[in-house]
């Protein structure tokens, strides 16, 4: 078998989520980090962290193509 060495997932879509320890599967509350840009931002339940990624991947790309 050959491994392709194009990743079908961009680096650019990368993303560490950081749940805060009292959250619970009803109530998720944490932290969207986006890995390439360094982008941080907060979210208070499954909903927002949703339309966190949803408008990180819909955003126009930097001018440098990040």
Request: with cysteine; glycine share 6%; hydrophobic share 40%.
């Amino acid at each position: 078998m050959i491994l392709s060495t194009d990743s079908k997932y961009p680096s650019r879509r990368a993303y560490v989520v950081k749940l805060r320890s009292d959250a619970t599967p009803d109530a998720l509350i944490g932290r969207l980090e986006n890995l390439v840009t360094g982008r941080r931002c907060e979210f208070t339940s499954a909903h927002e962290l949703l339309r966190l990624i949803v408008g990180d991947i819909v955003e126009p790309a930097a001018p440098d193509g990040l």
